[in-house]
């Protein structure tokens, strides 16, 4: 027994040895691909969901935003053409900007690296090769989808044609023939090479990956951070190159369209001056928030001085705007200007009421939950219900509702819901002779019920983030301040009010996309006196879709929306979070 012991403890180490250096769950690595295997299988049905229903219906939004036709889900290819009709020249800006965007964060994201790099003092480069050809596949997949894409929306309409050409078919044959209408796609020219030719590529990168991480030299703890971070960088760099490829050939392929027709289109002007505007401006706000860095009083005054100068550069260089803005969709800036008008007059009302609310609600009062429960409960009424009763309410009926309270102050009936004009222009309307111009004037009185209805609904919503806020502040802090002589006012100031700045800086991103996304509201509360003054982006792109069945200029709409929100959002981001406080 003694012996057997012995030659098992002579043996067991050489071959556990051979084991771990053979399995590739083996050792320090195997032992991180093993987690990372588990946390991709645990993820793995939450990536399947987004991707069917969160990625897909993007990347379909945004290649039926590139076909034309009306009443037909698929249509011709029309490039640029949709975004074109809805903002001219600002759509080749919209992709240029989008582009250098995708640019910067490919940038940022290979610094990031570098940085981990020079902390860990590894090697970094050697992992472009496997993150190029990863990162390069996967921007192949989605090419191959838009061109997959074509012939696979046609299986519907050839089915039918099926179904009508023979009504007797039966279930059994339109399986059969709809398996044979979808090989058909896949066999149409180009479509199956370039799925191969993508896989392919990211086969070849996963493998050469692993080839390395296999080599001494190369191998490292942050090897998989290294290859994440790339990858995502060479993806990046390839969208935005392809992107800015296409928005080139569509400026050119359209200058020369109108040269034949014996026109002038001064596109590549347009672009450039307005680009160059906006990049002042960033130039500008760049200088302006590192001026408080400066070491004297001089050079604090010179670095605004030259933030004022740059801004109005760039806002000479946007003057070509207004003209673009005139070549489009006038429908289509008309909503945007009414979402605008509804953001900035709602989402401040809506946040000083929260917080004064929530501030009254954590006093202590009589009856604050039940008070509670009454300021929440527009939030969780039916917005359908509730929009039809405020149609009631501000009727424009000479009896309506409101209208019997005008009356009784002594005030003339308004038609409210009815009345397009601006609510500037009628509070002046006293002092005639003078011509408004549409943006003067105000948003429209109908517009302003809607954003009423608003500040009704969002109100309590704030009202309980804020007191979730309030009750994490330590009273201790408050006491500390009474002793040292603080008022009511500068308890707010330098305690409430900066301690519940991750409060408001979430309620402020989360209005801005819920106002610019705002529909069912408005689209039961809008009527056809208003001549559309009160709807907003979100009911134009619904009207394109539904009521126009424009379903390419719809999507194309959509996108620039998304477009506009990602962009607003950054914009306070990056305005706020130097003023948020999370200790």
């Given at each position: 027994m003694a012996t057997i012991g012995s030659t098992s403890e002579q043996e067991s180490p050489p071959v556990v040895a051979k084991?771990?250096?053979?399995g590739f769950f083996s050792g320090r690595l195997g032992l991180k691909r093993r987690e990372a295997a588990l946390a991709y299988l645990i993820i793995l049905p939450a990536m399947i969901i987004i991707g069917l229903f969160g990625i897909f219906p993007l990347i379909f939004s945004v290649y039926q935003s590139t076909r034309a036709g009306?009443?037909?889900?698929v249509g011709r290819p029309d490039g640029f053409g949709q975004y074109v009709r809805g903002i001219d020249s600002l759509a080749y800006v919209m992709a240029f900007g989008i582009a250098i965007v995708l640019i910067v964060m490919a940038v940022n994201s290979i610094r990031e690296q570098g940085k981990l790099a020079e902390k860990?003092?590894?090697?970094?480069?050697?992992?472009?090769?496997?993150a190029i050809f990863t990162g390069v596949g996967f921007a192949a997949l989605i090419r191959w989808v838009f061109a997959f894409l074509p012939g696979l929306l046609e299986v519907g309409e050839q089915i039918n044609d099926l179904r009508k050409a023979n009504s007797g078919v039966s279930v059994d044959e339109v399986n059969v023939a709809f398996r044979g209408f979808i090989g058909d796609a896949w066999r149409l020219e180009g479509v199956n090479q370039q799925f191969w030719m993508a896989i392919g590529l990211v086969v070849l990168g996963l493998v050469i990956y692993q080839v390395f991480q296999r080599i001494p030299s190369l191998a490292s703890g942050s090897a998989d951070d290294y290859y994440a971070g790339l990858m995502s960088a060479s993806f990046l760099l390839t969208i935005a190159g392809g992107l800015g490829w296409v928005t080139i050939n569509a400026i050119n392929d359209a200058i020369a369209e109108a040269l034949e027709n014996g026109e002038g289109l001064p596109i590549w002007s347009q672009v450039i001056t307005i680009g160059a505007g906006f990049l002042l401006f960033y130039l500008a706000w760049l200088i302006w928030s590192n001026a408080s860095n400066a070491n004297s009083n001089i050079m604090l005054g010179l670095r605004l001085l030259a933030a004022?100068?740059?801004?109005?550069?760039?806002?000479?260089?946007?003057?070509?705007l207004?003209?673009?803005?005139?070549?489009?969709?006038?429908?289509?800036?008309?909503?945007?200007?009414?979402?605008?008008?509804?953001?900035?007059?709602?989402?401040?009302?809506?946040?000083?009421?929260?917080?004064?609310?929530?501030?009254?609600?954590?006093?202590?009062?009589?009856?604050?939950?039940?008070?509670?429960?009454?300021?929440?409960?527009?939030?969780?009424?039916?917005?359908?219900?509730?929009?039809?009763?405020?149609?009631?309410?501000?009727?424009?009926?000479?009896?309506?509702?409101?209208?019997?309270?005008?009356?009784?102050?002594?005030?003339e009936p308004r038609g409210w819901l009815a009345e397009s004009k601006g609510v500037f222009e009628l509070m002046a309307a006293n002092f005639g002779g003078w011509e408004w111009t549409e943006w003067l004037a105000g948003p429209s009185l109908a517009l302003v019920v809607a954003i009423i209805y608003g500040i009704w609904t969002y109100t309590g919503y704030n009202m309980i983030f804020f007191l979730s806020g309030l009750g994490n502040i330590s009273k201790e802090l408050y006491e500390a301040a009474s002793i040292d002589g603080a008022n009511r006012w500068q308890k707010f100031r330098s305690i409430t009010f900066p301690l519940i700045s991750p409060i408001t800086y979430f309620l402020t991103i989360i209005g801005i996309i819920g106002i610019f996304k705002v529909f069912t509201s408005v689209f039961v509360l809008r009527t056809d006196q208003a001549r559309g003054t009160m709807?907003?982006?979100?009911?134009?792109?619904?009207?394109?879709?539904?009521?126009?069945?424009?379903?390419?200029y719809a999507s194309a709409l959509g996108i620039i929306l998304l477009v506009i929100i990602i962009s607003i959002s950054t914009i306070t981001n990056n305005l706020t979070q130097d003023r948020v406080h999370y200790d």
């Open positions: 084991r771990q250096s053979q009306l009443n037909n889900i860990y003092g590894s090697s970094l480069w050697q992992w472009t090769i496997p004022v100068m740059i801004m109005i550069g760039g806002w000479i260089l946007i003057s070509e207004p003209a673009v803005i005139a070549e489009g969709k006038s429908d289509w800036w008309e909503g945007l200007s009414a979402t605008t008008w509804y953001a900035v007059i709602a989402l401040p009302i809506e946040l000083f009421l929260g917080l004064f609310l929530a501030t009254l609600m954590f006093g202590d009062i009589r009856g604050q939950t039940l008070f509670r429960v009454l300021f929440f409960l527009p939030f969780i009424t039916p917005q359908v219900g509730a929009a039809a009763a405020f149609r009631i309410i501000f009727s424009g009926n000479p009896t309506g509702p409101m209208n019997r309270i005008y009356t009784a102050l002594g005030l709807d907003t982006a979100s009911i134009v792109i619904f009207d394109a879709f539904n009521r126009d069945t424009r379903y390419g």
